[in-house]
Antibody, heavy 119, light 112 residues
Framework: ELQLVESGGGLIQPGGSLRLSCAASGFTVSRYYMTWVRQAPGKGLQCVSVIYSAGNTYYTDSVKGRFTVSRDNSKNTLFLQMNSLRVDDTAVYYC?????????????WGQGTAVTVSS | DIVMTQSPLSLPVTPGEPASISCRSSQSLLHKNGYNYLDWYLQKPGQPPQLLISLGSTRASGVPDRFSGSGSGTDFTLEISGVEAEDVGIYYCMQALQPPRTFGQGTKVEIK
């Protein structure tokens, strides 16, 4: 079964750091486009970072220089290191799988992990 | 960034009746390979989004055939031929032509 399981969320003060994890099963993370998508309370969806199968990365402007996406192939796990957290980073963070050889959308999603940035 | 605009933002529906959601992009989503890089997702209450349609009109595995996608360039439509109670939730379009992938605001579908 294809599955993504996020962990690492929680309550953190502004300026703090968190590291989110996304453990994959049923497929190999390094072969796929993988993305982190967040959803602020009562709001829509926003792609915040991406790591392509080749290893190159992309970040939305609001998180550039603060967030770092990476993967550990031996653990088949995706990470999101979040530093200098701000109140407006509060959201549920989902990891999702995209394409490997050809495009077919974001077809596998985790259940999400909640991040609350508050003093 | 490519801006995605959905309408309506709220859609009360009667079970068994058809429903339609529009999505417009600020730039053409037609790739030189002939495909439109436009997806549709449904987020049911308390759940993560799930893929319904990719590349404008290709239903994802397991998606009922009452869901269909159409359109090209900058104008796209998701149609539900006969809404069922399990179809309630928020529908999002998403462009995948250029990074960052961007979503529409969402259309909340609820039963009348």
């Amino acid at each position: 079964e294809l599955q993504l399981v996020e962990s690492g969320g929680g309550l953190i003060q502004p300026g703090g750091s968190l590291r989110l994890s996304c453990a994959a099963s049923g497929f190999t993370v390094s072969r796929y486009y993988m993305t982190w998508v967040r959803q602020a309370p009562g709001k829509g969806l926003q792609c915040v970072s991406v790591i392509y199968s080749a290893g190159n990365t992309y970040y939305t402007d609001s998180v550039k220089g603060r967030f770092t996406v990476s993967r550990d192939n031996s653990k088949n796990t995706l990470f999101l290191q979040m530093n200098s957290l701000r109140v407006d980073d509060t959201a549920v963070y989902y990891c999702a799988r995209g394409e490997a050889d050809y495009y077919y959308g974001l077809d596998v999603w985790g259940q999400g992990t909640a991040v609350t940035v508050s003093s | 960034d490519i801006v995605m605009t959905q309408s309506p933002l709220s859609l009360p529906v009667t079970p068994g009746e058809p429903a339609s959601i529009s999505c417009r992009s600020s730039q053409s989503l037609l790739h030189k390979n002939g495909y439109n890089y436009l997806d549709w997702y449904l987020q049911k209450p308390g759940q993560p989004p799930q893929l319904l349609i990719s590349l404008g009109s290709t239903r994802a595995s397991g998606v009922p055939d009452r869901f269909s996608g159409s359109g090209s360039g900058t104008d796209f439509t998701l149609e539900i031929s006969g809404v069922e109670a399990e179809d309630v939730g928020i529908y999002y379009c998403m462009q995948a032509l250029q990074p960052p992938r961007t979503f529409g605001q969402g259309t909340k579908v609820e039963i009348k």
